[in-house]
């Protein structure tokens, strides 16, 4: 959530970059509304303090053994129902300030390219270089499915479209990605975390899913509880309404957990495969950092992030977003990509975001430094990485002209298995 303090000094610098958000934005009512605020706050201070010096009138006038006449207890009541009419005025303008505030996207960090959406990316690095098969490589869901490690026919029998049954070697690979992405990232001084998979609403809006993304989110209709759509939800509300210790930041955590996405609005895109379920593994990287410390700490979050498929020895790419192509409570994000040998191209594996203070407003964690002095810390979080989307590419990156699928070297101590053949 965006500090109401910057709107009403830089307006205009707000507007515009809303509008390289593509959202043009009309902040005359927020701001009429933060003026009306201040005026009701004043109105109930004057009428608090007049009616604290009529009631100590009173106490005064009964240690005289006096009684206190009908008409300054008149005046009392009065006084207390005006501001409890005040209060309730108060109240409902300050839900709609943070209606208002809620809706708003984050600002842009300076370095990211203005832009109106994807076709605005700046590639960064490529690591890695794809390689060159001697015959077409096939989709990894037809390896999958010709390995008899994936089944899309059974899963849409039990749970409807975009849904992926793993099997035999397929669930030793998945599991071993994900364990592997656990261990390496806690080498790297992550603190592996394993937090609920339902949240309340609370949380879903503290990072940013609502109101927003209300509809990509699965629901529990009988309860305040919604299915994460990433782990990145239930661990950076670890903190809410915490107060850190500079000396205790940064903090890192790593976590596993099955995400949960309705994917609403790109019926048709990637409907085979393991790209674009509705449940899915990854494993996320969530940070707590102090702000002089975020802008070097998402440079380091790309790479930890990136590190894991240099070791998988799979081509991938960095993307900086554009403006117009980054998430609702970003400032600045970096897509990695990895290379799909099955459609010679790269494809979003990991997205790397630094949300400044956005999020930690909205959950209000705050950084005390030791000087007593107390501030938002800033929140980032990054894919370490998507465990399907790594099945995916370590299928089609690996696999043989006969079928088979030889294991990455790091992930065969937790197969037991060097290849996968077809059983056929």
Not at 366 to 388: M, P, Q, R, W
Request: net charge negative; proline share 3%; aromatic share 8%.
């Amino acid at each position: 959530m965006l500090d109401i303090k910057v709107i009403r000094e830089n307006v205009g610098f707000v507007k515009q970059a809303m509008l390289s958000r593509n959202k043009n934005v009309d902040f005359e009512q927020l701001l009429k509304w933060d003026q009306e605020r201040k005026v009701v706050i004043s109105e109930i201070e004057s009428l608090r303090l007049k009616r604290n010096e009529e009631s100590e009138k009173v106490g005064n006038l009964k240690r005289e053994g006096k009684e206190p006449s009908l008409e300054l207890l008149e005046e009392i009541n009065e006084s207390r129902d005006v501001i409890q009419q005040q209060e309730e005025q108060l109240l409902m303008i300050e839900n709609q300030i943070e209606d208002f505030l809620l809706s708003l996207p984050n600002i842009p960090d300076e370095s990211v390219p203005v832009g109106k959406d994807e076709k605005d990316n700046k590639v960064i690095r490529l690591v890695g270089e794809p390689k060159e098969f001697s015959f077409k490589p096939k989709h990894h869901w037809e390896i999958g499915e010709k390995l008899g490690i994936l089944d899309f026919e059974v899963a849409s029998k039990i749970s409807g479209s975009r849904f992926v049954v793993f099997k035999n070697e397929g669930c030793a690979l998945e599991r071993a990605i994900i364990s592997f992405f656990l261990d390496t990232h806690k080498e790297k001084g992550y603190q592996e975390i394993m937090a609920p998979y339902l949240v309340k609403s609370a949380s879903m809006r503290g990072t940013g899913q609502l109101p927003k993304f209300g509809e990509d989110a699965f629901k529990c209709e009988d309860d305040d509880l919604y299915l994460i759509p990433t782990a990145e939800v239930s661990v950076t509300n670890i903190y809410r309404d915490d107060m850190l210790d500079e000396s205790k930041l940064p903090q890192k955590f790593v976590s596993y957990s099955a995400c949960f996405r309705r994917e609403a609005g790109t019926y048709g895109r990637d409907t085979k495969g393991l790209i674009r379920n509705h449940q899915f593994e990854k494993v996320e990287l969530v940070k707590f950092v102090s702000p002089k410390d975020s802008n070097e700490q998402l440079e380091s979050l790309v790479c930890d992030a990136g590190h894991v498929l240099e070791l998988l020895g799979l081509p991938y790419r960095v993307v900086l977003l554009s403006t117009g192509d980054m998430g609702f409570s970003s400032s600045k994000t970096y897509d990695l990509e990895v290379w799909l040998s099955g459609d010679s191209m790269y494809r979003e594996i990991s997205s790397c975001s630094n949300f400044k203070d956005f999020q930690a407003r909205r959950m209000n964690i705050k950084i005390k430094y030791k000087d007593k002095k107390k501030e938002f810390l800033h929140t980032l979080n990054g894919s370490g990485v998507a465990a399907g989307r790594t099945f995916a590419a370590v299928l089609e990156y690996y696999q043989q002209e006969d079928g088979s699928v030889i294991i990455p070297e790091v992930l065969r101590k937790y197969t037991n298995f060097n290849i996968i053949r077809s059983k056929k």
